[in-house]
Each structure stands twice: as C-alpha cells, then as structure tokens.
C-alpha cells in the first residue's frame, strides 16, 4: 500500500479549498449581478451601480484569478 505524502497532501488540500472559494465566490458574484438588476429595475440606481462593481469584483476573483490563474493552472 502506497502513502500520500505530506506534499501532496498539502497540495491537494490547497487546490480544493482554492476550487470551493473560487466556486463560492463565483456563484456569490453571479447573485450580487442579479440583486443589482432588480434593483435597477426597482429604480434605486445607486444601490444597483454599488452591486454591479461588488459582483463585477467578485466575479473577477473567483472565475479569473482563483479560476483560471490558480486552478486550471494547476492541471495545465
């Protein structure tokens, strides 16, 4: 029987709390976009300009720099 070691246990370990985060933060950032079109659809452009950035930052985080940079870098 063969046994992980300690660095690839540690590598794993990071690889998928970095998916879950990526995953939470994309998902959040996709509900914040839509909280701010019913916002701007409320006619309360203020609250829906500050979600737009909010999400817009989110979705950034998690797709691209937890996504794609860290994530799919891993298998690529």
């Known amino acids: 029987m063969t046994s992980i070691g300690p660095e690839l246990l540690a590598e794993s370990l990071s690889l998928v709390v970095y ?4 995953g939470v933060l994309t998902v959040g950032g996709v509900l914040v976009e839509q909280a701010s079109v019913q916002h ?5 452009a203020m609250i829906a300009l500050w979600l737009a950035v909010l999400g ?6 998690g797709a691209y720099e937890l996504g794609y940079q860290k994530v799919l870098s891993e298998y690529v």
Do not use: H, N, P, S
């Open 19 to 22: 998916t879950i985060v990526a």
């Open 56 to 61: 817009g930052v989110m979705l950034y985080a």
């Open 40 to 44: 701007l659809g409320a006619g309360e």
